[in-house]
């Protein structure tokens, strides 16, 4: 009889469970200490500028599209939803605020977050998991040059600046669908839905959104740049490595939303 | 010079070099040879500070590595060229920036040179005109010579080959052994040449050393090892399928059967 075959299930999940927090607490740790690294690397010469800008480009300009798609979605269903709600109780002159309200301050920088991890996310950690596996990293380091400053520096600094100026894009469509909805499909006059819009939209609504899509772009690329560096084995490897920056980033976006939202307002 | 003293590293409950003592003299080339896993690619690696052992020296012109912090480090790996297992290029760029890598964060010769310069190094090595082709483009041996252009683009005075002749057909092989003499012989680099190809290793070696459960257990010059009378070094060289490496393992399968 084995030691583990004497306990029950539930001292066994208690083990499991346990490992899981052990191994999560962990990567955060490596995640914290890559974060200070960058920090440290930032400043240092030569500049990455070059591939900062590439960077952005790959974060920003291959983002759009699904970014765009899913904010002027998110802005109509909205509309429909907050005018179906709102006629129960007569104040359908309100969807017009609502609609720019929650896009601003929530769905713009949280869709957009997560888009975003679902597509810059994996591809972060596998580019660079295929780099770890396949010895590129250590290469690098053998060619003079340290992994975190080439790899991790322009990628966390692109998706950093990046996110933000998606999320102007997402606001704006959003809000565009919001309108198109309730003005050509619902009937809404549009001078009142356009009042509506801009008399309870501070800037303030728009600025915490964009500081909150900075900060998940800054945690998205560094999770998923963290598990790039430490895939192991092969294409599976790779693999795993992918799924568990995907899973972690987008989690991360919706656990950080949460607390900024308790900071901000 | 390279001096290894008890050199110990491990991962988690794997003990893969145990106390190892290797001398690496200067401007020879010395042939580490060792069965798969036995840890030759981890030895090469804690030499160029790629991997931190926990206990030994690696003294390098005197200097030891492991006491250094990663600062000093970066000075210490200039002196350093690697030829990687699976040659390592970047993908993402083509043959020509893949050469030229080193040569531009190190800022060793003005942009308008560069192609010059990336061109002779492949030259060296005997390929011409690839410069614009991408790495997938490459058979194995290409990656393998490009691999070597841009380990010694920097000007090394250390060379660390993982395997280079692994996975080539033997003309290629031959090729390669040529190359890493020839380097040796006009840039007169001191290095390390890891092989489980004795045909190679007799070729190329100033000296052998065999590597076998985390201890160089004989160094000698290729004719001493090719006539040793330690009985694990002779069924290496030998290729014999039955000798003392393999009995260990036989002896498992007979008791894993009972
Ligand atoms: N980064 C690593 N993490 C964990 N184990 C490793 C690592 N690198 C090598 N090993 C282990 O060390 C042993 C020796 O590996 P290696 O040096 O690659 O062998 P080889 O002699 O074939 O080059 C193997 O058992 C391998 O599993
Ligand atoms: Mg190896």
């Known amino acids: ?265 | 010079m390279i001096a290894i003293r008890g050199l110990s590293k491990r991962f988690g409950k794997n003990v893969v070099l145990d106390g190892l003592d290797l001398t690496v003299p200067k401007g020879k080339n010395t042939v580490v040879i060792g069965g798969s896993g036995t840890g030759k690619s981890v030895l090469i690696k804690c030499a160029v500070g790629l991997l931190r052992p926990e206990a030994g020296e690696i003294l390098i012109d005197g200097q030891d590595i492991l006491r250094m912090d990663e600062r000093e480090l970066v000075g210490v790996r200039r002196k350093f060229g690697m030829l990687f297992q699976g040659a390592a290029l970047f993908d993402s760029m083509d043959v020509g920036d893949n050469v030229a890598f080193a040569l531009r964060r190190l800022k060793m010769h003005p942009e308008r040179h560069i192609r010059e310069v990336v061109e002779e190094k492949l030259s060296m090595v005997g390929l011409r005109d690839i410069q614009r082709l991408m790495p997938a483009e490459l058979s194995g041996g290409m990656k393998k010579r490009v691999g070597l252009a841009r380990a010694i683009a920097s000007e090394p005075d250390i060379l660390l080959y993982d395997e280079p002749t692994t996975g080539l057909d033997p003309i290629m092989a031959d090729v390669i052994n040529d190359l890493i003499i020839s380097l040796r012989e006009s840039i007169g680099v001191t290095s390390i040449t890891i092989t489980h190809d004795m045909a190679s290793a007799y070729k190329i070696a100033d000296q052998i050393a065999m590597l076998y459960k985390g201890k160089i257990i004989e160094v000698g010059t290729p004719e001493q090892i090719r006539t040793t009378s330690n009985p694990v070094v002779a069924q290496f060289v030998q290729g014999r399928a039955h000798g003392p490496i393999t009995d260990e393992s036989e002896e498992f399968v007979r008791f894993v059967h009972r």
């Not at chain 1, 001292?11 to 490992?19: N, T």
């Not at chain 1, 802005?75 to 709102?86: D, H, K």
């Not at chain 1, 679902?118 to 950690?125: H, L, N, T, Y």
């Not at chain 1, 599976?236 to 991360?252: D, K, L």
């Open chain 1, 1 to 265: 009889m084995t030691d583990s075959g004497g306990k029950n299930g539930a001292a066994r999940f208690a083990e499991r469970l346990g490992e899981r927090v052990y191994a999560m607490v962990l990567d955060l740790g490596a995640i914290f200490t890559l974060f200070v690294q960058v920090l440290s690397w930032i400043v240092r010469p030569p500049s990455e500028f070059r591939n900062i800008v590439k960077q952005m480009e790959e974060v920003g300009v291959r983002s759009l599209p699904v970014v765009l798609v899913t904010a002027a979605f998110t802005g109509m269903v909205l509309a429909l939803q907050s005018y179906s709600g709102f006629q129960r109780f007569g104040a359908t002159s309100f969807v017009g605020s609502v609609v720019a309200l929650s896009i601003t301050r929530e769905l713009g920088p949280v869709f957009a977050g997560l888009m975003v991890s679902g597509r810059v996310g994996a591809s972060m950690a596998a580019e660079l998991g295929t780099m770890k596996v396949t010895e590129q990293i250590d290469a690098l380091v053998t060619l003079a040059t340290n992994p975190v400053k080439y790899l991790v520096v322009p990628r966390v600094v692109a998706a950093t600046i990046v996110l933000p100026i998606l999320v102007v894009f997402a606001d704006l469509l959003g809000i565009l669908g919001g309108y198109f909805v309730s003005v050509y499909l619902l009937g809404a006059n549009p001078y009142v839905y356009i009042a509506k819009t801009y008399q309870y939209l501070e800037f303030k609504d728009i600025y915490t959104g964009l500081i909150k899509a900075s900060v998940f772009g800054m945690l998205i690329a560094l999770i998923s740049c963290h598990h790039g560096f430490v895939a192991q084995g092969g294409a599976e490897g790779v693999g795993r490595a992918t799924t568990r920056a995907v899973v972690a980033s987008s989690m991360i976006v919706l656990i950080s939303d949460y607390f900024m939202t308790s900071f901000m307002f």
